[in-house]
Each structure stands twice: as structure tokens, then as C-alpha cells.
T-cell receptor, first 111, second 114 residues
Framework: RKEVEQDPGPFNVPEGATVAFNCTYS??????FFWYRQDCRKEPKLLMS???SGNEDGRFTAQLNRASQYISLLIRDSKLSDSATYLC????????????FGAGTRLAVHP | DGGITQSPKYLFRKEGQNVTLSCEQN?????MYWYRQDPGQGLRLIYY???????QKGDIAEGYSVSREKKESFPLTVTSAQKNPTAFYLC?????????????FGQGTRLTVV
């Protein structure tokens, strides 16, 4: 079993749709959580950190459920420019710092 | 401007050759990482380092080597023992203390074996 698992998609949605991505992690020692966005043939870039209380940044909302070891990302009012791959990332501290990436979920927003 | 720089952007290697990919950061980050990405796939961890002169193998370290002689630098050597080296290589760095633990990436190096 992979340490961080995501639904690979692709998610094909029309403009204006709401879409949700899920991510599960297996190591309970994980302490920091992030969503990254990766455009085709580019490096990943931080979209948002995920906090226990949940956090929102414009059209994007991230949630963390430590008990279920589950992270989510909600995108409202999808734009064409949201088309990308979304990577769930877990930072496992304690002993040796290690960043673990999920395989990513591909989103395609169409007119 | 603070950031993380990888070079070269594109690299061509003949079979049997070793090549070294450069990664430099001026963010004062302690942790640095190397990932490999194949087309349509996620990032796989090759090596990571949290302190100078120390580094750990990731999930796919075979055929690769690294050094961490300076905090700012974490070069990756792709050796001839790596049987399928053609891929997109990404270097990242992060802090290990405080509240901002997210990783910052370089622009990547595309390695092609010819």
C-alpha cells in the first residue's frame, strides 16, 4: 500500500462546476499536509497548506481529518485555468524529515 | 530573490555515461530532496538530506548518488548503473522547523539518454 494515495482521475468537469479531491495517508506520524498544483511539464507549486481546522483560500477549501487520515481539496466555480494535476503531500517529521507525494489527481475543466 | 535553482534544464546523456544534475538553494533550508517523475506518473523520492554530510535513500535510490558538502547544494549523479534514466528530475528544499514546512521546487532537469 502506498503511503499517500489519491484517485488518479482524470476528472473532466465543465466550467463553473464544483469538484472535490480526496487523499488518504497511512502513517499516523505525519504532521504537515499540503496540496500542490502541477502544470504539464512544469515543477509542482504550493497551492495551500492544510490545517486541522480546515482552511479556505478564495475558491479553494482544504480539510484534514486526522482520525481518518484523510485530506480533501474542494474547488468551487471551476475555471479553465484550474486544469492541472493536484498533488497531495505529507511531511512526516520525527527522526528524519521526509516529504511524501501522492501520485496526483488530474483535473480537466472544459468550456 | 530567494529560490532554488536546477541546472541544466535539458540534458542528453549517452548510454554508459555518468551525469551530474545541479541543485542550489539560497532559502537557508536544511532539508533537500531529489525526485524523479516519469510521464503521467507521480513523484518518486530518490534521495533526501536534512543536514550537511548526511543523506538518506528514498524509494528508488539504485543507480543514483548524491552529496551534501554545503547546506546550499545537493547535486545528484545519475550513474551508468541506472538502467532507465530518461525522466524529469526535480529538486526541492524545505525548512524542518517552524510553521512553514512546505517544499519549494526548482524548475527541473529533463534527462534523455541518446
Amino acid at each position: 500500500r502506498k503511503e499517500v494515495e489519491q484517485d488518479p482521475g482524470p476528472f473532466n468537469v465543465p466550467e463553473g462546476a464544483t469538484v472535490a479531491f480526496n487523499c488518504t495517508y497511512s502513517n499516523s506520524a505525519s504532521q504537515s499536509f499540503f496540496w500542490y498544483r502541477q502544470d504539464c511539464r512544469k515543477e509542482p507549486k504550493l497551492l495551500m497548506s492544510v490545517y486541522s481546522s480546515g482552511n479556505e483560500d478564495g475558491r479553494f477549501t482544504a480539510q484534514l481529518n486526522r482520525a481518518s487520515q484523510y485530506i480533501s481539496l474542494l474547488i468551487r466555480d471551476s475555471k479553465l485555468s484550474d486544469s492541472a494535476t493536484y498533488l497531495c503531500v505529507v511531511n512526516r517529521l520525527g527522526g528524519y524529515n521526509k516529504l511524501i507525494f501522492g501520485a496526483g489527481t488530474r483535473l480537466a475543466v472544459h468550456p | 530573490d530567494g529560490g532554488i535553482t536546477q541546472s541544466p534544464k535539458y540534458l542528453f546523456r549517452k548510454e554508459g555515461q555518468n551525469v551530474t544534475l545541479s541543485c542550489e538553494q539560497n532559502l537557508n533550508h536544511d532539508a533537500m530532496y531529489w525526485y524523479r517523475q516519469d510521464p503521467g506518473q507521480g513523484l518518486r523520492l530518490i534521495y533526501y538530506s536534512q543536514i550537511v554530510n548526511d543523506f538518506q535513500k528514498g524509494d528508488i535510490a539504485e543507480g543514483y548518488s548524491v552529496s551534501r558538502e554545503k547546506k546550499e547544494s545537493f547535486p545528484l549523479t545519475v550513474t551508468s548503473a541506472q538502467k532507465n534514466p530518461t525522466a524529469f528530475y526535480l529538486c526541492a528544499s524545505s525548512s524542518i522547523v517552524g510553521s512553514s514546512l512546505e517544499a519549494f521546487f526548482g524548475q527541473g532537469t529533463r534527462l534523455t539518454v541518446v
